[in-house]
């Protein structure tokens, strides 16, 4: 399955997330969101509106949540 963390810069809910990811050896992409318009677009038609988005196969979330991140590792 493939994970992809939307991220902004000096977002400290995306820094927890992505640190949470690591210490759990789940491999994942980042995409910064103020760069890439088309990705900006994608988070918002979900429904969302503040980094992070993961999007983790069908699943996705908002904020950092160590629940779905454990649901990851197991």
């Known amino acids: ?36 318009n088309a990705a900006l677009s994608h988070v918002t038609e979900l429904g969302y509106r503040q980094a992070p988005v993961v999007v983790a196969g069908a699943d996705h979330w908002s904020g950092f949540r160590p629940d779905m991140i454990a649901r990851l590792a197991s």
Do not use: F, H, N
């Not at 995306?14 to 760069?35: F, P, Q």
């Open 1 to 36: 399955m493939s994970i992809t963390v939307y991220s902004k810069p000096a977002c400290v809910q995306c820094t927890a997330t992505t640190r949470a990811l690591d210490a759990k050896g789940i491999s994942y992409d980042v995409v910064d969101l103020t760069e890439d």
